[in-house]
């Protein structure tokens, strides 16, 4: 028994390790805006072919339910993330409360949506927000992982419905993405 606890012991620290050696992160600044339809936003990584890796965070209003009221918000997420069937424990996992006006961090650990460490290879971090409506603001950088720290470059595209708000266009900027390890 004691031998197969150390066994036991010394998967968890080389699975805790091999996670350890592979983490990025994405900083911006959020700007609240005032009125409806807005502050609304979701951050995860896909894999080179576009699939879901992880959700690190997820606004709850549109997590727990208001996609279903409003299909314009984070629907990119929504969509990737299959979000309509997924579990409730899951939704709770990613999702938290609008925050206030600020610079924030999020770390992604180089795990998956099950706490899997991912291989060392090429990713993408992802920021969707819904600025105003239907007008949504998409930040992408390819990130690799397993050849040590970087700082890729990060793509933006807006896309603007019938009612165009350039001025919610702070809503999220200054957005850096850093690969730590």
Request: net charge positive; hydrophobic share 45%.
């Amino acid at each position: 028994m004691k031998k197969f606890f150390i066994v036991f012991i010394l998967a968890i620290i080389a699975a805790a390790s091999a996670a350890a050696q592979n983490a990025a992160e994405i900083s911006f600044t959020f700007t609240r805006q005032t009125g409806p339809a807005s502050n609304q936003f979701a951050i995860w990584i896909e894999d080179s072919s576009g699939q879901l890796v992880k959700t690190i965070y997820a606004a709850r209003w549109t997590a727990q339910g208001g996609y279903a009221r409003r299909p314009t918000s984070i629907p990119l997420w929504v969509r990737i993330s299959n979000l309509a069937n997924m579990p409730r424990a899951s939704v709770d996992a990613v999702s938290g409360a609008t925050p206030a006006t600020g610079a924030l961090t999020y770390t992604w650990n180089g795990t998956n949506n099950a706490g899997a460490a991912v291989p060392a290879g090429d990713y993408v971090i992802v920021l969707e927000g819904t600025l105003r409506w239907e007008n949504q603001v998409y930040y992408r950088a390819p990130v690799r992982l397993g050849q040590g720290a970087a700082t890729p470059q990060v793509s933006v595209e807006y896309v603007s419905g019938e009612r165009d708000t350039t001025a919610e266009r702070a809503m999220l900027s200054n957005v850096r993405v850093r690969v730590l390890r």
